[in-house]
């Protein structure tokens, strides 16, 4: 009786190895995928300051598209497989130059070889007022808004919050090198408190 009971016992425990090394399986899959996706495809991100206001506010929750540049390689963040360039007006992601450990979100307002000028509160590409209506001013700031005028490296970028009198972009710190870019803001996919942000498209 006793080797009866052992010989039924082996089909059972086979059958528990089997059922773990399925689940087993499908957690190794799940996570692969899960940090293939965060890696090269979307990442989410939490806005927490107001430099990005009133496109983006503190508490908004956005996914940012990081194919739409291109793959890069994990770590030397060396773009392998080229898909477009940011455009003039994009919000990106990025590396903050100056802190490597440190992301920043800004608008993309001057591309490589422009050459930027700011008087007061307007902004001048290549001799041409830039027209911006996403960019806001506090009129009771006294900061001091003259720039350059300066040219854009060929690998750079120059970005500004569009809170232009809450933030601290590349007039302060200088460009973003194009490697350090991690992405495109696309869609705010939730929002405290500020929940009619919901499925909001990011422009």
């Given at each position: 009786m006793d080797k009866e009971t052992k010989k039924g016992k082996k089909p059972r425990e086979k059958q528990r190895k089997s059922l773990f090394r399925e689940y087993l399986e499908a957690a190794i899959i799940a996570v692969v995928l899960a940090l293939f996706i965060r890696t090269f495809v979307i990442?989410?991100?939490?806005?927490?300051?107001?430099?990005?206001?009133?496109?983006?506010?503190?508490?908004?929750?956005?996914?940012?598209?990081?194919?739409?540049?291109?793959?890069?390689?994990?770590?030397?963040?060396?773009?392998?497989?080229?898909?477009?360039?940011?455009?003039?007006?994009?919000?990106?992601?990025?590396?903050?130059?100056?802190?490597?450990?440190?992301?920043?979100?800004?608008?993309?307002?001057?591309l490589p070889g422009d050459e930027i000028q700011i008087t007061g509160k307007k902004i001048f590409i290549n001799g041409k007022l830039f027209d911006a209506p996403f960019g806001v001013y506090d009129q009771n700031s006294r900061r001091d808004n003259r720039l350059g005028p300066i040219v854009v490296p060929a690998s750079g970028l120059f970005v500004m919050g569009d809170n232009r009198d809450h933030s601290y972009d590349s007039r302060y710190w200088g460009f973003v090198p194009l490697e350090l870019v991690k992405g495109k803001a696309i869609i705010i996919y939730w929002s405290w408190p500020h929940w009619n942000r919901f499925g909001h498209l990011i422009r």
């Open positions: 990442q989410a991100y939490k806005i927490p300051s107001g430099s990005m206001e009133p496109t983006l506010l503190v508490g908004d929750h956005i996914l940012v598209n990081k194919f739409i540049y291109g793959i890069k390689a994990p770590f030397i963040k060396k773009t392998i497989i080229p898909v477009s360039e940011p455009k003039r007006g994009d919000i990106i992601v990025f590396v903050y130059p100056l802190d490597r450990k440190k992301d920043y979100i800004k608008r993309v307002i001057g």
